[in-house]
T-cell receptor, first 110, second 115 residues
Framework: SQQGEEDPQALSIQEGENATMNCSYK?????LQWYRQNSGRGLVHLIL?????REKHSGRLRVTLDTSKKSSSLLITASRAADTASYFC??????????FGKGTKLTVNP | DAGVIQSPRHEVTEMGQEVTLRCKPI?????LFWYRQTMMRGLELLIY????????DSGMPEDRFSAKMPNASFSTLKIQPSEPRDSAVYFC?????????????FGAGTRLSVL
């Protein structure tokens, strides 16, 4: 069964706007990761946040983690057309396995 | 490094035929993962290896699926016989040995169509 569930399933914004995607999960985790998938390509790792961290930044990306609510959010600031892709959260528990959600499809209109 | 290399990129076959998907992980990575992606079920882990040894194959859907890793630089996923419901994109990913931080590097995938 899927661990992470992203919300919304699809998001359409204008270039320059911020995009926020949310992820909820069910069990305890060691870390939570976000990946991006461009159409017809493999997934690319974006950022990892450990269970004892609350917020992390990387360039235009900001990730938050609330373990009490079992949720995370990914914020992309000042979006660009090139950010158009699907975004997946993935959780890692006590093994090397990652469990992925079904993703948020982001469209950034120029 | 060229990244994770999968072949073929596209495979079209007829029901009942054997299909073999191939993967070359990033050199030095200890872990190799096989996933299947469909619109209905999303990205599902099928099996993963550590140092060429299968660790967890609980995601393999049925006996028609098998995976091997004969050495550190090559893995195969075989479906025999194939069925139309096996149509999906199959991804291979590899990751280095790290403690509690498994960042995975994905190949471009093999799009399988079973007619």
């Amino acid at each position: 069964s899927q661990q992470g569930e992203e919300d919304p399933q699809a998001l359409s914004i204008q270039e320059g706007e911020n995009a926020t995607m949310n992820c909820s999960y069910k069990t305890s985790i060691n870390n939570l990761q976000w990946y991006r998938q461009n159409s017809g390509r493999g997934l690319v790792h974006l950022i990892l946040i450990r269970s004892n961290e609350r917020e992390k930044h990387s360039g235009r990306l900001r990730v938050t983690l609330d373990t009490s609510k079992k949720s995370s959010s990914l914020l992309i600031t000042a979006s660009r057309a090139a950010d158009t892709a699907s975004y997946f959260c993935a959780t890692q528990g006590g093994s090397e396995k990652l469990v992925f959600g079904k993703g948020t499809k982001l469209t950034v209109n120029p | 490094d060229a990244g994770v290399i999968q072949s073929p990129r596209h495979e079209v076959t007829e029901m009942g035929q054997e299909v073999t998907l191939r993967c070359k992980p990033i050199s030095g990575h200890d872990y190799l993962f096989w996933y299947r992606q469909t619109m209905m079920r999303g990205l599902e882990l099928l099996i993963y290896f550590n140092n060429n040894v299968p660790i967890d194959d609980s995601g393999m859907p049925e006996d028609r699926f098998s995976a091997k890793m004969p050495n550190a630089s090559f893995s195969t996923l075989k479906i025999q016989p194939s069925e139309p419901r096996d149509s999906a994109v199959y991804f291979c990913a590899s990751s280095p040995r790290t403690i509690a931080k498994n960042i995975q590097y994905f190949g471009a995938g093999t799009r399988l169509s079973v007619l």
